[in-house]
């Protein structure tokens, strides 16, 4: 299964504002400057899908692009989800309260968007045990639903040596390592989340 098109549908300030919850979501957060932008665009092979901010930590919208995957069933030759990009957080500060830090909009979008379905946290492969990054990954275990995962995605890998980034999988062997640069990690990514939306 693999992405053969990906589309901007629209950017809202809140929940209120979102499409209708008619799609399966993945959502990407990471703190401004984890490189979220440029993992969408890899992802979907779309230069220029995901446009980052000039200013780090200065866009407050919510990005909604719509998804198409070809599958192998040709009964079912399309499946289709939505990717969801969220502001950055945190830029150049480490906050005790990740709901002060971050507008309470993007919480609630978090916490009540029915069609949720994953949350990919991304982190910076150089920067593992940052407390904004920790006060992230606790709030997503607190408000997680039944139906809901949570994928830690390791960015900017091509930047560690080799003896750190064995470390960091042995640290980490459920994350997923990814090089933007490199194209690595990006399959198993795709894979993770196809498979959990739509089964293999």
């Known amino acids: 299964m693999k992405i053969v098109d990906a589309q901007f549908l629209t950017s809202a300030q809140s929940i209120i504002d979102s499409p209708a919850p008619d799609k399966a979501e993945v959502a990407f957060l990471g703190r401004s400057n984890v490189g979220k932008s440029s993992l969408l665009n890899t992802l979907t092979n779309r230069k220029g899908l995901a446009k980052s901010s000039s200013t780090p930590g200065k866009t407050q919208l919510i ?91 390791f960015t900017k890998i091509d930047k560690l040596k080799q003896n750190d980034l064995q470390k960091l999988k042995r640290a980490y062997p459920d994350g997923i390592f990814i090089s933007n640069l490199k194209k690595r990690g990006l399959e198993q990514l795709q894979n993770k989340i196809t498979g959990y939306l739509f089964g293999n």
Not at 67 to 85: C, G, H, M, Q, W
Not at 100 to 115: F, V
Request: contains cysteine; hydrophobic residues 35%.
């Open 63 to 153: 990005n909604y692009f719509d998804i198409k995957f070809k599958t192998s069933n040709e009964e079912l030759p399309y499946l289709y989800a939505r990717f969801v990009d969220l502001p950055g957080f945190g830029y150049a500060k480490v906050s005790k309260s990740l709901k002060r830090d971050w507008n309470k909009n993007l919480t609630g979008y978090l916490e009540e968007r029915p069609c949720l379905q994953i949350f990919v946290h991304l982190v910076d492969a150089r920067h593992t045990e940052l407390e904004i990054d920790k006060n992230v990954d606790d709030f997503l275990q607190t408000i997680k639903r039944g139906d809901q995962i949570i994928i830690h995605a």
